[in-house]
């Protein structure tokens, strides 16, 4: 079965600065789909951004961008220029190419300081 | 209205009740998920809808009854509930469960705040 597993609980930037956040995730499979989502306090999951697993080149969606290691089975996330609005639970997930479900971690809640 | 709306945003309920959460998806989509959101622990995916037709079932207690009427319609019958069923509950639609467009992004509804007394 796939796993997602996100080690970092809790992170904190200050803003316009850079921060990171770590995913790491087991599959035997060869075609799947990496996705971040941000949960706000106001609860709606919003999709941040998604990486295709045959697509070698990163994804980057304005200040956010992936870091994405195949092999390793890695895919950070990084934001610049952090913003107040930032602030919120950030999930990574995983899909298989040949099914529906997503598979999530368990999140890591990023706080965003003057 | 746009995207996945939810009613009610919140819901407390006792044992006994029959309650219904509802979910409505105003993409055009066929595909239709609800979701249980638990404090520390990830996302748990509970049933999945393809035009209509449910077809995936995580193990998911009786006392959890989906409906899906229609492709932008879905909904989620309770009853008999446990205080450990309290929790988010959320509802996602995408395109289709598979594509040929390869990434078929769920988009989520804000969620149901379940409390079960």
């Known amino acids: 079965a796939q796993t997602v597993t996100q080690s970092q609980p809790e992170m904190s930037v200050q803003e316009a600065e850079t921060v990171t956040l770590s995913c790491t995730y087991d599959t035997s499979e060869s075609d799947y789909y990496l996705f971040w989502y941000k949960q706000p306090p106001s609860r709606q999951m919003i999709l941040v951004i998604r990486?295709?697993?045959?697509?070698?080149q990163n994804a980057t969606e304005n200040r956010f961008s992936v870091n994405f290691q195949k092999a390793a089975k890695s895919f950070s996330l990084k934001i610049s220029d952090s913003q107040l609005g930032d602030a919120a639970m950030y999930f990574c997930a995983y899909r298989s190419g040949t099914a529906s479900k997503l598979t999530f971690g368990t999140g890591t809640r990023l706080q965003v300081t003057l | 209205e746009t995207g996945v709306t939810q009613t009610p945003r919140h819901l407390v309920m006792g044992m006994t009740n029959k309650k219904s959460l509802k979910c409505e998806q105003h993409?055009?989509?066929?595909?239709m998920y609800w979701y249980k959101q638990s404090a520390k622990k990830p996302l748990e995916l509970m049933f999945v809808y393809s035009l209509e037709e449910r077809v995936e079932n995580n193990s998911v207690p009786s006392r959890f009854s989906p409906e899906c009427p229609n492709s932008s319609h879905l909904f989620l019958h309770l009853h008999t509930l446990q205080p450990e069923d309290s929790a988010l509950y959320l509802c996602?639609?995408?395109?289709?469960?598979?594509?040929?467009?390869?990434?078929?992004?769920?988009?989520f509804g804000p969620g149901t705040r379940l409390t079960v007394l």
């Open positions: 990486q295709e697993a045959y697509k070698q």
């Open positions: 996602a639609s995408s395109q289709d469960v598979l594509t040929g467009a390869r990434t078929d992004t769920q988009y």
């Open positions: 993409l055009g989509h066929n595909a």
